[in-house]
């Protein structure tokens, strides 16, 4: 049963960077669409960047494009989200999931919507 532990978040100033990490646990990640998702206080949760882990085809939310990368490592155990020039509209909860492929590419559909993990949280404040 494929799982996910979230950790990186911290507090920093705007334009500051984090990189988040998302473990995985119970299988590699061979062939999945893996996306971050983040959500802030009293508002739904988005999607931020998917990755399929399979030839590393990525899409992401155009409110980051440019300033976030998503990338999965070598071994694929762990998805990554490089995020540089924060700003303060990015602050939340991030997580990480599986998610469904249409297309042969990630989407930012959850394949299990009802199962999140602890999510790490993002503050980005002067």
């Known amino acids: 049963h494929l799982q996910f532990v979230e950790s990186g978040g911290g507090t920093v100033q705007p334009g500051g960077s984090l990189t988040l990490s998302c473990a995985a646990s119970?299988?590699?990640?061979?062939?999945?669409?893996i996306a971050w998702f983040r959500q802030a206080p009293g508002k739904e949760r988005e999607g931020v960047s998917c990755?399929?882990?399979?030839?590393?085809?990525?899409d992401s939310n155009d409110s980051v494009k440019g300033r976030f990368t998503i990338s999965g490592d070598s071994a694929k155990t762990a998805v990554y989200l490089q995020m540089n020039s924060l700003k303060p509209e990015d602050t939340g909860v991030y997580y990480c999931?599986?998610?469904?492929?249409?297309?042969?590419?990630?989407?930012?559909?959850?394949?299990?919507?009802?199962?999140w993990g602890q999510g790490t949280q993002v503050t980005v404040s002067a």
């Open positions: 990755i399929r882990t399979k030839g590393g085809s990525t």
């Open positions: 119970g299988s590699t990640l061979d062939d999945y669409a």
């Open positions: 999931a599986r998610t469904r492929m249409a297309y042969g590419r990630c989407t930012f559909d959850p394949l299990r919507p009802e199962q």
